[in-house]
């Protein structure tokens, strides 16, 4: 089983910038394709990002496209979402998702307990 612990998340201004870290557990993690996701009130679960074992193969939801990056450092276990130019809007609980299989797209399998991040105007 993995485990999934996010870190980072907090209260920023519009325009601020935060950086979520997660690390995880329980399975050799450069077997792990990472992700990112989030969830507003009302809103259903969203994706935002996702990477393979090399942080040169990255993906992004066109909301964040430009503002987040996500990487990874396999030696860490530990894969980031680099959030900038943050926006109210991007006031959600943001989540780490883990899927062990590579396939055309990215369907996680495991979960962290999510971060919230709020956003203030």
């Known amino acids: 089983q993995v485990q999934l612990v996010e870190s980072g998340g907090g209260l920023v201004q519009a325009g601020g910038s935060l950086r979520l870290s997660c690390v995880a557990s329980?399975?050799?993690?450069?077997?792990?394709?990472m992700g990112w996701y989030r969830q507003a009130p009302g809103k259903d679960r969203e994706f935002l990002a996702s990477?393979?074992?090399?942080?040169?193969?990255?993906y992004y939801a066109d909301s964040v496209k430009g503002r987040f990056t996500i990487s990874r450092d396999n030696a860490k276990n530990t894969v980031y979402l680099q959030m900038n130019s943050l926006k109210p809007e991007d006031t959600a609980v943001y989540y780490c998702?883990?899927?062990?299989?590579?396939?055309?797209?990215?369907?996680?399998?495991?979960w962290g307990q999510g971060t919230q991040i709020t956003v203030s105007s």
């Open positions: 998702a883990a899927d062990p299989f590579l396939r055309n797209t990215f369907q996680p399998v495991h």
């Open positions: 329980g399975r050799a993690f450069n077997s792990l394709v």
């Open positions: 990477v393979q074992w090399s942080s040169a193969s990255t």
